[in-house]
C-alpha cells in the first residue's frame, strides 16, 4: 500500500509549523536583526519565498514564533489568577527558544520590543479582566512583569540564586505577593 497523501491543510499546517520551529531557533540563538528570512527558510528547508507567502515579514515572523502561551479566558476569581500566573513559571523556567528570542531582542531592537508590548499587553488585559478595581491593569501589569523578571534573572542572568530552586517552592514564596496583588487580603 501506498502512503496516505496529506490533506492540503494538514500539510500547509505542517509547513508553517516548521518554520516557525526553524525561526524560534534562530532568533534564540541569533537575535531578530542578526536572523534573516533566508536563514530560517534554510534551516527549515523550504524556499524563503514561502516564508514571505505564510508570514508576510520578518516582524510577522518574530511575532508568531514567539507568542507565549495565552492568559486565560473567561470568568476567574483572584485565586486562580494566582494559580494560573504560578502555573506559568515551570514554562518560564525552562523557556522555549521563541520566548528567550523575545527576551533577547526586545531589550535592543524597536520592532522586538513593540512585538513584547502588543503580546504582554494581550496577556496583561486578559489577566486584568480577573481582578476587581479600577487598577487591576497595573496589578496585572505587576504579576506578568515579576515572572518576566524571574525569567530574565533566570534564563540571560543566570542568577545562581534562582539555578536548582524547584518550581513549587518559588511559587510557594511568591504566592503571598501576588495574591495581593489580586486586591485580597493577605493572611
Same mark, same amino acid.
Given at each position: 500500500?501506498?502512503?496516505?497523501?496529506? &490533506?492540503?491543510?494538514?500539510?500547509?499546517?505542517?509547513?508553517?509549523?516548521? /518554520?516557525l520551529?526553524?525561526?524560534r531557533?534562530?532568533f534564540?540563538?541569533?537575535?531578530?536583526?542578526?536572523?534573516? /528570512?533566508? @536563514?530560517?527558510?534554510?534551516?527549515?528547508?523550504?524556499d &524563503?519565498?514561502?516564508?514571505?507567502?505564510?508570514f508576510?515579514?520578518?516582524?510577522?515572523?518574530?511575532q508568531?514564533?514567539?507568542?507565549?502561551? =495565552?492568559?486565560?479566558?473567561?470568568?476567574?476569581? &483572584?485565586?486562580?489568577?494566582?494559580?494560573?500566573v504560578?502555573?506559568?513559571?515551570?514554562?518560564?523556567?525552562?523557556? =522555549?527558544?521563541?520566548?528567550l528570542a523575545?527576551?533577547?531582542?526586545m531589550?535592543?531592537?524597536p520592532?522586538?520590543?513593540?512585538?513584547?508590548?502588543?503580546?504582554?499587553?494581550?496577556? /496583561?488585559?486578559?489577566?486584568?479582566?480577573?481582578? =476587581?478595581?479600577?487598577?487591576?491593569?497595573?496589578?496585572?501589569t505587576?504579576?506578568?512583569?515579576t515572572?518576566?523578571?524571574i525569567?530574565?534573572?533566570?534564563q540571560?542572568?543566570?542568577?545562581?540564586e534562582l539555578? @536548582?530552586?524547584?518550581?513549587?517552592?518559588?511559587?510557594?514564596?511568591?504566592? &503571598?505577593?501576588?495574591?495581593?496583588?489580586? @486586591?485580597?487580603?493577605?493572611?
Open positions: 500500500m501506498g502512503e496516505r497523501v496529506l &490533506p492540503r491543510a494538514e500539510r500547509r499546517r505542517r509547513t508553517e509549523e516548521k /518554520i520551529d526553524a525561526a531557533s534562530l534564540g540563538e541569533l537575535g531578530y536583526e542578526r536572523a534573516t /528570512i533566508r @536563514g530560517v527558510a534554510r534551516r527549515a528547508e523550504v &524563503p519565498a514561502l516564508v514571505m507567502q505564510y508576510g515579514s520578518k516582524q510577522e515572523l518574530f508568531r514564533s514567539v507568542r507565549m502561551a =495565552p492568559a486565560p479566558d473567561g470568568e476567574l476569581g &483572584p485565586d486562580e489568577v494566582v494559580e494560573h504560578l502555573g506559568s513559571l515551570g514554562m518560564k523556567l525552562e523557556l =522555549p527558544e521563541g520566548s523575545m527576551l533577547r531582542s531589550l535592543t531592537h520592532e522586538a520590543a513593540e512585538s513584547a508590548r502588543q503580546m504582554l499587553g494581550g496577556q /496583561i488585559g486578559r489577566l486584568a479582566e480577573a481582578l =476587581p478595581g479600577e487598577d487591576a491593569r497595573l496589578r496585572a505587576l504579576m506578568t512583569l515572572l518576566l523578571g525569567t530574565v534573572g533566570h540571560l542572568l543566570e542568577m545562581e539555578r @536548582g530552586v524547584r518550581q513549587e517552592e518559588l511559587a510557594r514564596l511568591l504566592r &503571598p505577593s501576588l495574591r495581593a496583588l489580586t @486586591g485580597q487580603d493577605v493572611p
